[in-house]
């Protein structure tokens, strides 16, 4: 039990630390807009640029892992991030750019890193269940900065905030370092790092159905997750009439949602045998609460707002953990690491797409609700695509041998 506990509580708290790095921004974003000479609603540039660095930086960082190993991997993912955020104090344009290509690129490797781990140590009738509690590091990293870095604005301003955030993320790779002996046993220093590793992972993606077919799924799912943690705040602000700390509060219900949503839904995964349909099912919910949430209006009471913020939160961050296990279930013997790079070059490039296109709706006159409805159609297809492949058919309940 300890070689799989241990591993877990580390992965998940660096998954959590650099979840919180990226999502510092967008919770800043209120009150940072006026130093930083963009409006707030062109928030989602920055985060496209973030994924463009974690799209190139999941692919490519396969050999890297197998070469120093996937604990060393993350805490260079730390560091990056922590970098990240100082360059944003800076506030000059080319610091913003530096800035969200910085976060991007740290946060790239720790989900293939992660993987690579827990593919190892992980029980078979367990894979959903660890992979899914692994993956509440993001919304617990989300929870963490919609609770902390709003009262942090309010009382040493939005450069505090970020820096105080970035030390966080170094103190985290320190305190990695005592586990990176056991796990990272497995490294070759020999192994060669060139442009052909991100080639093979995006290849093993084309050629196994299966693994490509939860890519394309997750690059919708992800699309709507990251409008989702991008814009509740100033969704909430601008057009809902809410204060920045209640904005805050709600991301928080949400990404606190999300946290029961990915434990809940890999231990039913796991429990039933049948991750695809329930991953199905987890698709289709999520669009429907995004319409839901394009339907809200000021007149609607805080408690409907927070039921409706919880139900989104659930669904549209809960995904994640059944989706990776099932990659790596999908994945051909030993190439986990390649498999879930690849996906997760997809899984990215839905986040780098999306929300500059909900910023267009947005800056040009739409209203955000628009935007939430536009985003949420292609998860309900994706959604009755995996319940009408999973249709009579078991999910795999261990890796591929």
Known sequence: MRSTVLPLVATLAIQALVAMATITVPVLAPSASADLHVSAGYIGLFVSLV???????????VDLIRRIGAIRV????????????????LGATPALVASALLLGIGYGPITPASSHILARTTPPHMMSFVFSLKQTGVPVGGALAGAIVPPLVLFGGWRAAALTVAGLCVLTAL????????????????RPIGARGPIRALALVASEPAVRRLAVCSFFFSALQLCLTTYLVTYLTNQLGYTLVQAGLMLSVATGAGIVGRIGWGALADRTGRPGSVLGFVGCA?????????????AWPSALMIVLCAVFGGT??????????????????????EATGGALFFTFFGVLVTPPLFALVVENGGRYGTAFAMVATPPLLCGLW????????????????
């Open 51 to 61: 994924y463009l660095g974690s799209m190139i930086s999941s692919a490519a960082s």
């Open 74 to 89: 993350s805490q260079y993912g730390l560091v990056l991030c922590a970098a990240g955020l100082a360059v944003l104090t």
């Open 316 to 337: 549209a961050i809960g995904w994640n953990g059944v989706f990776l296990a099932q990659v790596a279930r999908e994945a051909p013997a030993g190439k986990t690491v």
């Open 286 to 298: 999520m669009a429907a609460a995004a319409v839901t949430m394009a339907l809200s209006s000021p």
């Open 175 to 190: 305190l990695s370092q005592p586990i990176r002996a056991e796990n990272d046993a497995d490294r070759d220093p020999r």
């Open 386 to 401: 995996l319940l009408l492949r999973a249709s009579g058919r078991s999910g795999r309940s261990a890796p591929r041998p």
